[in-house]
């Protein structure tokens, strides 16, 4: 009944792993629900060189979310970002959330990868605020430096994307790209995977050890 009950977990693990594969593979369809405004938020007046300078990625749902994702370029010859860090949107109401700050390219001038997601169950946030804050060094004397947002994804609970729009006057220009997957629902998928996994492990390892025991307590004694 011990090893029946550790094979029937292990089926268990490779129906969810299946599903989240599955999951993580269909296509990105926008849900119906009313936009989501994504805008850039830039400080005003001129750069000096080497001066330190903050913009924020800002989001207003339209409809609850609970994850997002962007890549970012910029001019590598005008600036140079130094951190990718969260900002307040995501954790909300006294939620938990991950983030991954991304992959900064200093040379190319591109952040890659940057995403979040709530990590407390079936919680969403509805209430505008900063998703992202990115600090960069100004490389030299400028009145601003183009910035561009790209693979943008803003998903619901279900990990389905929804419309987004983005307000950008008098800041850097933004562009969509067609999304490659969710990076902010495949962190959710693994992490539980990597916990049911564990659960299994462990529950295998207890199960064995209860059977030695059990072998050397009915062990006959000479």
């Given at each position: 009944?011990?090893?029946?009950?550790?094979?029937?977990?292990?089926?268990?693990?490779?129906?969810?792993?299946?599903?989240?594969?599955?999951?993580?593979?269909?296509p990105?369809?926008?849900?119906?629900?009313e936009?989501?405004?994504?805008?850039?938020?830039?400080?005003?007046?001129?750069?000096?060189?080497?001066?330190?300078?903050s913009?924020?990625?800002?989001?207003?749902?339209?409809?609850?979310?609970?994850?997002?994702?962007?890549?970012?370029?910029?001019?590598?010859?005008?600036?140079?970002?130094s951190?990718?860090?969260?900002?307040?949107?995501?954790?909300?109401?006294?939620?938990?959330?991950?983030?991954?700050?991304g992959?900064?390219?200093n040379?190319?001038?591109?952040?890659?990868?940057?995403?979040?997601s709530?990590?407390?169950?079936?919680?969403?946030?509805?209430?505008?605020?900063?998703?992202?804050?990115?600090?960069?060094?100004?490389?030299?004397?400028?009145?601003?430096?183009?910035?561009?947002?790209?693979?943008?994804?803003?998903?619901?609970?279900?990990?389905?994307?929804?419309?987004?729009?983005f307000?950008?006057?008098g800041?850097?220009?933004?562009?969509?790209?067609?999304?490659?997957?969710?990076?902010?629902v495949?962190?959710?998928?693994?992490?539980?995977?990597?916990?049911?996994?564990?659960?299994?492990?462990?529950?295998?390892?207890?199960r064995?050890?209860?059977?030695?025991?059990?072998?050397?307590?009915?062990?006959?004694?000479?």
């Amino acid at each position: 009944m011990r090893v029946s009950g550790s094979l029937a977990n292990s089926r268990w693990l490779a129906v969810f792993l299946a599903l989240a594969l599955w999951l993580v593979c269909l296509p990105s369809t926008a849900s119906a629900a009313e936009t989501t405004t994504v805008s850039i938020s830039v400080p005003t007046g001129p750069l000096e060189a080497g001066e330190q300078f903050s913009i924020s990625i800002e989001v207003a749902p339209g409809t609850p979310i609970a994850g997002m994702q962007f890549d970012l370029s910029f001019d590598a010859s005008l600036a140079t970002v130094s951190t990718v860090e969260e900002g307040d949107l995501l954790n909300q109401g006294g939620a938990t959330s991950f983030f991954n700050s991304g992959s900064i390219d200093n040379q190319e001038g591109k952040i890659t990868g940057v995403f979040g997601s709530i990590t407390t169950p079936g919680v969403t946030v509805s209430t505008p605020g900063t998703f992202a804050t990115i600090t960069f060094t100004s490389r030299k004397q400028r009145e601003s430096c183009p910035l561009s947002l790209s693979n943008v994804i803003v998903g619901d609970k279900e990990g389905k994307a929804i419309p987004v729009s983005f307000d950008n006057e008098g800041s850097p220009s933004a562009t969509v790209q067609r999304p490659v997957f969710h990076l902010w629902v495949l962190s959710v998928i693994v992490g539980v995977a990597l916990m049911l996994i564990a659960a299994t492990a462990t529950g295998i390892l207890l199960r064995r050890r209860q059977m030695v025991r059990a072998l050397e307590t009915h062990r006959p004694r000479r």
